[in-house]
């Protein structure tokens, strides 16, 4: 039994050591080489709640990525009618998820092209208008659609995951909420507009033809040739700060898109000192830039982001490589924010904010001071009761609750948790239930004492007749923990956690380390009263 305690002690003092040491770089900084190299250095990071930042939730107009997808099966499908001679008068979208197309000539050969290649496109109604011509109304499968929507939704998840990593928010919250809303939670946050900016850009990257044959001025006036839109370049006075717009008139077919960009870097040139986007291209994206930059040389390749010309270079020459910059007087704040967009990858459908809350660090600072002021507070009263009623006994139980939160600090850093205000009241919480556990246990021997037994009996009838009452006790508060954790928002995670963790470490301080001091009171120092 005496060497039994040995090794127990010898267990029991590893584990706090080691708890002491994960606990540290919360502490302080200045830790040795050595220390790094064997110790995890993950600290606890606090929440929006104690150090401040921004609260949003954003909302994916996911019907808007339906229709980009409708609206790019209907220019697939004016290039296919005109690749296969058929003649079509009007191949237009309607509502989000329809085509109206008027065709003529021979019925089996657009039926044809039809359920070959658009299968997902239902063939809602189709009537002859006139004399050899139909009129065809097709919508996009349900499944399809609803498919295409979760796809978008997913995509803009981990599209904004990707922003704010690079962006260098330590430890956000990116969780999906319902089915189409979005709660992003960025502690510490210094610029809110530079990180909503960020976040919310679509970043839809285009390359376009300028129609140099067309007339720009009479596009204007509302005369716009069909297959061209009119698009814009903003361009801002560096003196007054105005803004300038140049139109554009450029071809509707988009010939290659952001989805096959491999990296975009931001770039000083060497001649005018001005950042601009150097990007460059998948396999893929290489051989179609170098198709269409051989097939259009001495043409005007226009550079399209967000629907904004950011610049309409000559095309000299096929460029091969896969590279390519995109101009446009930027600042390197700028520069580096559309880089990192660009990496990213384009949002699949538009975010808009449908809540925001921002949390001052003042506010953040109070939370800490009051939160840590309630735990020593409630502490220093629960050792002074102990000591008060227990006497040494109850210095032992005082032992137990101080390894207790030193234990719930070095999991939460193992496990990289987030410590809120509300994790800091499950904590409060958890100290009070430790304190529960050690009163059970020291009201048990002094029943058995009182019943004239000896203290080593007393002490193991204490231990086993609380040990049952103990844990069903502890087992429901775990149970609802974790029914917390599971269906519960932040706040009431961080909640779930610190309780989760304070009870599981209750139970091994309460149960077991104290009944090691108490063994070694009574087999090896021999003690002949016990004071309780």
Do not use: C
Not at 2 to 20: D, G, Q
């Amino acid at each position: 039994m005496v060497r039994s305690l040995k090794w127990k002690f010898i267990f029991y003092a590893a584990i706090t050591i080691f708890a002491i040491l994960l606990f540290l770089p919360t502490l302080t900084s200045r830790l040795p080489s050595w220390y790094t190299k064997v110790i995890p250095t993950e600290k606890i990071h606090l929440g929006l709640d104690l150090q401040g930042g921004m609260h949003l939730i954003l909302e994916a107009e996911a019907d808007k990525a339906v229709e980009s997808y409708v609206e790019r099966i209907k220019n697939n499908l004016k290039d296919d009618l005109k690749e296969r001679g058929i003649p079509a008068g009007k191949v237009e979208r309607e509502k989000k998820d329809q085509i109206v197309l008027e065709v003529s000539g021979e019925k089996g050969k657009w039926e044809k092209l039809l359920t070959e290649r658009y299968s997902i496109m239902q063939e809602l109604t189709s009537s002859p208008i006139d004399k050899g011509i139909w009129r065809v109304v097709l919508v996009l499968d349900s499944k399809q659609a609803d498919q295409i929507k979760k796809n978008a939704i997913d995509q803009a998840l981990e599209t904004i995951r990707n922003r704010i990593d690079q962006f260098g928010v330590a430890e956000p919250e990116i969780t999906l909420q319902g089915t189409d809303r979005i709660l992003i939670q960025l502690p510490g946050i210094k610029d809110p507009e530079r990180a909503k900016s960020l976040i919310g850009r679509t970043a839809l990257l285009e390359f376009k033809l300028v129609d140099e044959e067309g007339d720009l001025e009479a596009a204007l006036k509302g005369n716009i040739p069909e297959g061209d839109i009119i698009l814009y370049q903003r361009v801002t006075d560096p003196k007054t700060g105005g803004v300038k717009k140049i139109p554009y008139l450029l071809k509707e077919k988009t010939l290659m898109t952001g989805e096959v960009l491999k990296d975009a870097r931001v770039a000083l040139d060497s001649q005018f000192h001005e950042s601009y986007i150097a990007l460059e291209f998948d396999d893929i994206g290489a051989k179609l830039f170098e198709q269409i930059t051989g097939a259009n040389v001495k043409k005007r390749l226009a550079i399209i982001l967000d629907d904004n010309v950011y610049s309409a270079p000559v095309i000299q020459e096929r460029i091969a490589g896969g590279r390519a910059q995109i101009t446009g007087r930027f600042t390197t704040d700028e520069a580096n924010e559309l880089a990192i967009v660009l990496r990213a990858g384009a949002l699949p459908a538009p975010v808009k904010i449908i809540e925001e809350r921002t949390v001052g660090p003042t506010l953040g600072q109070d939370s800490i001071r009051q939160g840590i002021i309630s735990i020593l507070i409630s502490a220093a009263l629960i050792v002074l009761f102990m000591i008060f009623y227990y006497r040494i006994s109850g210095v032992i139980a005082d032992i137990a609750l101080i390894l207790n939160v030193i234990f719930v600090f070095a999991i939460l850093s193992l496990l990289r948790a987030t410590l809120t205000l509300p994790g800091i009241a499950g904590l409060v919480l958890s100290v009070g239930m430790a304190v529960d556990a050690n009163i059970l246990i020291h009201e048990r021997i002094k029943e058995e004492l009182r019943w004239g037994k000896t203290i080593r009996a007393a002490i193991d009838q204490g231990y086993h007749r609380a040990f049952t009452t103990i844990i069903d006790s502890n087992l429901t508060t775990v149970i609802a923990a974790l029914f917390l954790y599971e269906f519960g928002s932040g706040p009431v995670k961080g909640f779930a956690v610190t309780l989760f963790w304070g009870i599981v470490a209750n139970i091994f301080t309460a149960v077991f380390v104290t009944r090691w001091v108490f063994d070694y009171l009574t087999l090896k120092v021999r003690i002949k009263k016990l004071s309780i």
